[in-house]
Structures are given as structure tokens and as C-alpha cells.
């Protein structure tokens, strides 16, 4: 979920401007608005340029050749073109381009209808402009001009010969300044393609980089007066990128695992969190693409058993002004500027797009290991925040074709995500660019699915929540996206905006009750079991009736949201003052607990009842129906300090601490080193990663814990019940059982499967299993069921004990009957085999 904070964008203290309009603004009843246009005239349709005298070669990165120059390419500044661009005296240069094809929209390197090399620029405005103008920028980010073509569809278009991949290019939009009717064109504005596929250069937050005199002296009208000042040289620019080549070594995105999603286990990381401190990652590639694709990375990765890597925000973002004013940057990411390119920020290659290959290669090298790339995306937002944000993008192009503004005042901005605007999602125009985002990283990048942030906003229609809205029916009945794996995080901030369970097939869902039921249960708060009953068996309640499976269900207990599972029974409170909000941001609805000691201890006591329900929490999730998602870390014991929203910490608060399994943590600490001393004992979390890849072989040995059907209790064709539910004293549990205890659950999983088979055809079928949850604090006197159900039963898993082995003492030698009676202890899973008569026979 996007980071939510309790500031919002104020105007900066008044300030000397040069160059800003001084208008005074009009107020609210004026028919035209502020009117603060551009004073000179520029053309409606660009000159038809002369004839080069000769093709023009593709210009070296960074070097702006005129298409008619001949020989070498050389700097704008010093190019002897056939025909000489026009310049003023005082403003940049000016070329005269011939047309180019309105689709595909981006900037796209080929040849022209001569065969001339160069490339295509194409890009959306709104209706009603006077002109866009293609602004290209060399080295010394000397800027040249280069007016466009009207074109089908608001599309503006060009063909610039001599323009390759490297350059740097940007668009400055000449129309009507009028932000009553939601119309905010500046051409004093340099804005960044929403088609970019690479991006270079950082948002500054200059005022010059605000479409508005962001500290006009009158606060209620500062987003009406028009900055006439040039952003150019504080704004990031597009980077032409070449088309990948499939036949090139590196451009075969080679085979992708297709794991069914009954066996998929996600697995939610950071690129750069994941390998900031990894001492076998080489330091000059921690933190990156290159970082995560490192030997070291993957075989973490492939070791724990995960079969997907859900990667938080890799979209190119910047960070909030309020962040910057701070000292502070967006670590998460969910702040984006532009949809098709990789963030630059996560990239060890220095050239100019070279994050792109390396994203492909990351991707390459994970699949090669047999793990899918998820991509955590944010189509409810963008990085322009709401109308007293800057324009970097969309704002400029087509605010009110892109965001969705108040019907009763189109000045401001409708917002229901909690981030200032939210993209509109009805409109073809927005349909398009996410779609065309979308297929864009499955086809060119290899990503394997998506986790769709905030995603009730792409259902939202003039008419309320709509799930067959344009976007969502686009995205269902594609033949690209609808092959892919599809996760929605089913909620916004807006009316009606929480839809757990409404998302139509073939979507899955971030599963917050699950989340919720796990918490309550462990920590003592569940008024009965009913509520676990249903989400350990894959929540039939929210996803059968649209006829969707238990894989719909994404089980998790923590997420990049909120506490860390350590945290989350180690702190009773959040401790975010570090974020600098004085505590007001992050949720208080954690449903955590301290075990009686808030926060770092070294009373050993307190530990070991951490650890155990550290344990006992792993073990619900992993053996629940539905797909499991872990946090990275969680099963390293990372703690972020109680810090329950760390969006803004880029450090070691939420960077994994490898220390457990290398021994040494390679980042330096934030001072004071002693506030970040971990009391924890190295080997319990060493014990904690050995629990978790054993759970996970356990996940995979069992067909029964990846059931790709409901369980439904019933008897089948041979007479068997895939799930029966027991109490403490063995007896198959009747309606008021379900109420009678919020303590302890206990099912037996029917290992034929009878009927079922797996994504390839074959029949499934495994041992049957027995699970007891127990989150009493006292041990329990449990009574196996009896020989209807199985001969006898063997402990394969106790996580009263540290790496959750059977213990000795207990259960070696004979397997224990069916009937008889065992201890289980406090706070603790136990999995049994169900041995049947034939097996005992042996």
C-alpha cells in the first residue's frame, strides 16, 4: 500500500522570482482564470523543413547532429546543417523536423521513410494546444527545439534524423493557462514523456520546477498564477533507449518458470533493502539490479525456496517535496514519474539507459534460478501530487485528461489514494498508457506478473466502483496481461474503496483478513476460531462464489506496510518519530504485542517467547491453503525499531542485516551505533531461516498444502472428507465447537485428493496430514483422532522447538496410535503424517 503521511503540500515561504508571471489571479467566478499566457507567438503547424542535402548519421550519446548535417556529428552549439535551425539571440536553437507516425507513442530509434536513422517521437496532449515542441539536450545540456506535427488522436509527432539512443529529450506544451477548467499548460515547463523508457537526472524540488508561483504571497490563489521560469535544468529528462533486439545475446529474454500459482510462493522485497548490506554482494553493486541478479542474492533466494520475488516499486520515482524539505527520500518508491522505465536510482551501470539492460538481466538470471518477477506498480497516483505539486508530466500534457478533478471545482484534484491526485481510470487515454505499460514490462522486460497498489482505483468510474470498468475489463481481455499474474491490493481511501473479495477471475488479492485473523488468533484476541477456520483453508467465504480459487487468496501475516514480523510482537505501540512526523503517520491498528517488554530486550525469557511466536506465525502462514507472500527479512528476524511505516528510511531501518547468515553486516550504522545494537542472539535467527526453508520443503513435499480447489468437508467419490475438523478430545467438531474455544484449531487434511489433478494433468495425491494450532500458553493434552482417520501419526514438524524438528525426546521410535494422547506445547504448530493401516503394517 502506498505510504500515506499527515502533511500535506504547502506553498514554500515568499521568495525574490525571475521571470514569474505577476499577475494578480483571478478569482473563483472569472470566466477565463488567471489568462497568464505566453507573450510570444509561435506557430500552429511547424515549417516543412528543407531537404537535407544529404541522409544524416546517428548522432554518438549525448551529441545532437541537425538532420541536414553531414560528416560528423558535432555539438548543436557548433553543427553546419544544409539549413541552418533558427535561433534568437538569447533563447535556444530551433530545428525544423519532418513528420513522423503518431503510434507507437514514445521515442522509438529507426529509420525514416528515406532510410535516414534517427527517431520517432510521438506523445499525447490535450486538446486545444497550440503547439508541443521536442526539446533535445546535449552533454552541456544545451537545449534544441524541435516543433511537432499535429497528428490523429491529440497525438503530436516528429522524425528527428541523426538521433539515436542516449539522447536526452523532453517536451515543452504551448496552450491555455487556465486552471479553473483544470487546464495547467506552461511552456516554461519541461516535461518527461509518460512513455520514457529510461530516465536521467533528479527532481530538485526547485521552485522553477511548479507550473504555479509555488509561494505566491496569497496562499489561496498560489496555484493559479502561472511560473514563467524555466524548469529545465532541475526536472529529470527521457533518455532515448533502443528497441531490444531478440536476436541479440542480450536481448532473448530467455525461458520464464510458468510456476502454477497453487505452488507459487511470493516472497516481498526491496532491490535495494535486499542487497544494501550484503557482504558477498560486491559493494559496487549493492543496492541494484546487478545487486539482486549477484550469485549471492539468488542463492538465498532459491535455498529458502521461494518461487517469485514480489519487488517493491521499480518504476522511475522521485521523492516528495515535504521528504526532501526533510532530508528524506522515498525509499518504497510509490511515488512514480514514468511507467515504462526503470528507476535510475537502482542501477550499477553509470551509461546513459543502461538500467534498462540491466533490469532485463536481473530478470534473465532469476528466471534461469526458477524465480518469477512480480512488480509492484502504481497506476493510482503520480509523483505530481495534487494542484499545488509540480509539473513534471501529465499535469503539463493533460491534467484533465490523465488525473480525475473535482466536478464541482476542476481546480482541484479528487484524491483517493492519500498521495494529492489519483489517475483517472475511465478515460481511453489513461487505459492505454497503463496498458501499454503493462505489456511493455511483460514483453520487453520478461516481468511475470504484477501486485497492483491501491487497486480499487482502476475500478472507480463517474458512477461509483465499477470491477468491469474500462481498465480492469482492458487489462482481463488482453492476450498479454490476462496470461500473467494479476494481484490487487483490493482497497482505497475513497467511498466504498475496501473490496476484499471483489476483484472478478482472474485476479488474486492481498488478503487483510487473513492478515488480521492470524495476528488475533496468536496474540489471544480471536473470540473464537471460526474466522481462522476460513482463512487457513483458503477463504471460500470471499472467493468462491466468483467462482475464483484458493490461489485468489495472497496469505500474509506482514508486507512492506506496517510492522515487521519480529516487530510485530516486540512492540505494542509504532515508534516512527524518526520519519519526522511526530508520530502521526503509520497505522495504529496493528494488532501486535510485546510479550511484556516493549521493544529491545536481553531478558531471555522475553526472547524465547518472541522467537517461539515468531515460529508459530511462520508455520500458519506456510501451511495455509491460498498463496503465501513472506517479507523479506522476516525470516532473517529483521526489525525496523518499531517503526511501522519506514517509506521514508533509506538506511539501515529497513535494509536487511545479513549478519545472521554471514556474520558480518557491512553498512555502517546510524549513529548512536548503541540504539542499533540487536540483542537478539545471532543463532535464534539462524534458526529462524532453518525453520523457514523447512516449512517450505514441507509446502512442497505435501500436495495437500497447495490444493488448487476448496476444501469443502463433504464426502467424496470414494467416501473420504477432504478436511475433517477436530477438538481437543479427538472428536470431529459440530457448530458450537466453533465457538467453544479461540485457543486451538485442529484439522485433518485428507491426502488422496481424489479427482484432482495438478497444472500439467497429473493426478495429485500425497500423505494426509494433521494440523494442531495452539496458542494457549499452557501445554495442551491433545487426543489423536482415531483409526477412521489413520492408524497412526508421526510428528513432522514442533515449532516449540527452535528450527521446528520433531522432538527427540517425544517422537522417536514408534509412531503414535491413532486415539492416543499427546502434549502439545504452548504456543506452538504441530504437523503430523496421518499413517494409514497399511503403512502401519510395515
Not at 119 to 132: C, H, M, S
Amino acid at each position: 500500500m502506498t505510504s500515506w503521511h499527515s502533511t500535506d503540500e504547502r506553498p514554500a515561504p515568499a521568495r525574490e522570482h525571475t521571470g514569474v508571471a505577476t499577475a494578480t489571479p483571478a478569482r473563483p467566478n472569472s470566466p477565463t482564470g488567471p489568462a497568464a499566457r505566453a507573450t510570444t507567438a509561435v506557430p500552429a503547424t511547424p515549417a516543412v523543413p528543407a531537404t537535407p542535402a544529404a541522409p544524416a548519421t546517428a548522432a554518438a550519446p549525448g551529441r545532437l547532429a541537425h538532420p541536414g548535417a553531414t560528416g560528423t556529428p558535432s555539438d548543436a552549439a557548433t553543427a553546419a546543417p544544409a539549413a541552418e535551425p533558427s535561433a534568437s539571440p538569447s533563447g535556444p536553437a530551433t530545428w525544423a523536423v519532418p513528420p513522423g507516425s503518431a503510434d507507437p507513442l514514445g521515442a522509438r530509434p529507426g529509420t525514416g521513410p528515406d532510410g535516414t536513422p534517427g527517431t520517432n517521437f510521438a506523445v499525447r496532449a490535450a486538446d486545444g494546444i497550440d503547439l508541443v515542441e521536442l526539446c533535445l539536450f546535449d552533454d552541456d545540456d544545451a537545449e534544441i527545439r524541435c516543433p511537432l506535427w499535429p497528428g490523429p488522436d491529440h497525438v503530436w509527432h516528429g522524425f528527428v534524423p541523426g538521433v539515436g539512443p542516449g539522447t536526452r529529450y523532453g517536451y515543452r506544451v504551448h496552450g491555455p493557462w487556465d486552471p479553473w477548467t483544470g487546464r495547467r499548460h506552461n511552456p516554461a515547463k519541461l516535461l518527461l514523456d509518460p512513455y520514457a523508457r529510461a530516465v536521467d537526472g533528479e527532481f530538485l524540488d526547485h521552485p522553477a520546477s511548479y507550473g504555479h508561483v509555488r509561494d505566491w504571497p496569497e496562499p489561496w490563489a498560489a496555484d493559479t498564477v502561472r511560473d514563467d521560469r524555466d524548469s529545465a535544468p532541475h526536472v529529470p529528462k527521457g533518455v532515448v533507449v533502443a528497441d531490444r533486439d531478440p536476436a541479440a545475446p542480450d536481448g532473448d529474454l530467455g525461458p520464464r518458470p510458468g510456476t502454477p500459482w497453487p505452488d507459487t510462493v511470493l516472497y516481498e522485497l526491496h532491490v535495494r533493502g535486499f542487497t544494501a548490506r550484503h557482504p558477498g554482494i560486491p559493494a559496487e553493486l549493492r543496492g541494484t539490479y546487478a545487486g539482486l541478479a549477484h550469485p549471492a542474492a539468488v542463492e538465498h533466494l532459491r535455498r529458502l525456496g521461494v518461487t517469485a520475488v514480489e519487488l517493491l516499486p521499480v518504476h522511475h520515482h522521485v521523492s516528495e517535496p515535504h521528504l526532501l524539505a526533510r532530508g528524506l527520500t522515498n525509499a518504497w518508491g510509490y511515488n512514480t514519474l514514468a511507467y515504462f522505465a526503470p528507476h535510475a536510482g537502482y542501477a550499477a551501470a553509470d551509461s546513459r539507459g543502461g538500467q534498462v539492460e540491466e533490469f532485463r538481466h536481473m530478470v534473465r538470471t532469476l528466471h534461469r534460478a526458477g524465480i518469477e518477477v512480480i512488480l509492484d506498480v502504481v497506476y493510482n497516483h503520480t509523483a505530481e501530487g495534487g494542484e499545488l505539486g509540480p509539473t513534471l508530466s501529465l499535469r503539463g500534457l493533460d491534467n484533465a485528461g490523465h488525473y480525475r478533478l473535482r466536478a464541482d471545482d476542476p481546480r482541484r484534484h479528487e484524491d483517493v489514494t492519500g498521495c494529492g491526485n489519483t489517475l483517472d481510470a475511465e478515460r481511453p487515454q489513461v487505459v492505454r498508457l497503463v496498458c501499454d505499460s503493462l505489456r511493455h514490462w511483460v514483453t520487453e522486460m520478461g516481468v511475470d506478473g504484477f501486485r497492483f497498489d491501491l487497486a480499487t482505483v482502476l475500478a472507480r468510474t463517474r458512477q461509483g466502483v465499477d470491477m468491469y470498468a474500462p481498465l480492469l475489463t482492458a487489462i482481463g481481455q488482453d492476450p498479454v496481461l490476462s496470461r500473467v499474474k494479476l494481484i490487487a491490493e483490493p482497497w482505497d481511501i475513497g467511498p466504498d474503496g475496501y473490496r476484499v473479495g471483489g476483484f472478478p477471475a482472474p485476479w488474486a488479492e492481498w488478503n487483510d483478513r487473513y492478515r488480521d485473523a492470524v495476528r488475533d488468533f496468536w496474540r489471544g484476541a480471536a473470540p473464537d476460531v471460526r474466522e481462522l477456520g476460513y482463512r487457513l483453508t483458503g477463504s471460500s467465504d470471499l472467493y468462491q462464489h466468483s467462482g475464483r480459487r484458493p490461489w485468489a487468496s495472497v496469505n500474509y501475516v506482514t508486507s512492506h506496510d506496517g510492522f515487521t514480523l519480529r516487530d510485530l510482537v516486540s512492540y505494542a505501540r509504532k515508534h516512527n518519530e524518526p520519519n519526522g512526523e511526530q508520530g502521526r503517520d503509520g497505522s495504529d491498528d496493528n494488532r501486535s504485542w510485546n510479550c511484556g517488554v516493549e521493544g529491545e530486550t536481553t531478558d531471555p525469557a522475553v526472547l524465547a517467547e518472541r522467537f517461539r511466536a515468531l515460529r508459530a506465525l511462520l508455520a500458519t502462514l506456510l501451511l495455509s491453503t491460498g498463496v503465501p507472500m513472506l517479507t523479506a527479512g522476516d525470516e532473517l528476524g529483521r526489525t525496523q525499531r518499531g517503526n511501522n511505516n519506514a517509506y521514508c528510511q533509506d538506511n539501515p531501518t529497513s535494509w536487511l542485516d545479513w549478519s545472521p547468515v554471514t556474520g558480518d553486516a557491512t553498512a555502517p550504522e546510524p549513529a548512536p551505533a548503541s540504539a542499533w545494537e540487536d540483542l537478539t542472539d545471532p543463532a535464534d535467527r539462524r534458526a529462524l531461516l532453518a525453520l523457514t526453508t523447512r516449512l517450505l520443503a514441507l509446502r512442497r513435499a505435501h500436495p495437500v498444502l497447495r490444493r488448487p480447489d476448496f476444501l469443502t468437508g463433504r464426502p467424496g467419490p470414494d467416501g473420504r472428507r477432504d478436511i475433517v475438523w477436530f477438538t481437543a478430545d479427538g472428536r470431529p467438531m459440530e457448530d458450537a465447537d466453533w465457538y467453544a474455544s479461540a485457543t486451538t484449531l485442529a484439522c485433518h487434511l485428507d491426502g488422496g485428493l481424489s479427482g484432482h489433478t495438478d497444472a500439467w494433468g497429473r493426478p495429485l495425491a500425497g500423505d494426509g496430514l494433521l494440523l494442531v494450532l495452539h496458542a494457549g500458553a499452557e501445554p495442551l493434552r491433545f487426543v489423536l483422532p482415531g483409526p477412521e482417520w489413520a492408524a497412526r501419526y508421526r510428528t513432522l514438524l514442533d515449532t516449540s522447538r527452535p528450527e521446528g524438528a520433531a522432538d527427540p525426546a517425544r517422537d522417536t521410535g514408534p509412531a503414535h496410535p491413532a486415539g492416543s494422547v499427546i502434549d502439545v506445547p504452548g504456543r506452538c504448530v504441530l504437523v503430523l503424517r496421518a499413517e494409514p493401516a497399511a503403512a502401519a503394517e510395515d
